[in-house]
């Protein structure tokens, strides 16, 4: 198993659920899973009054 230090977005699929105009937003991510090389994360953003409005689906390349 190779140990890799660096990554480059791959791709990124951004989903806005609803309008932020104030306040700050709290963000959840994870690793969902992972393929050789590649690193698949999901994140989702909320609201200060805790409501979900973004989701966020990236694929990573892991660099040597």
């Given at each position: 198993?190779?140990?890799?230090?660096?990554?480059?977005?791959?791709?990124?699929?951004?989903?806005?659920?609803?309008?932020?105009?104030?306040?700050?937003?709290?963000?959840?991510?994870?690793?969902?899973?992972?393929?050789?090389?590649k690193y698949?994360?999901?994140?989702?953003?909320?609201?200060?009054?805790?409501?979900?409005?973004?989701?966020?689906?990236?694929?990573?390349?892991?660099?040597?």
């Amino acid at each position: 198993s190779e140990e890799y230090k660096v990554a480059a977005t791959g791709t990124s699929q951004i989903k806005y659920l609803a309008p932020v105009t104030e306040g700050v937003i709290s963000l959840r991510t994870w690793l969902h899973g992972q393929e050789r090389r590649k690193y698949f994360i999901h994140s989702e953003a909320f609201s200060p009054q805790g409501e979900k409005v973004v989701e966020l689906q990236e694929t990573w390349i892991a660099l040597k």
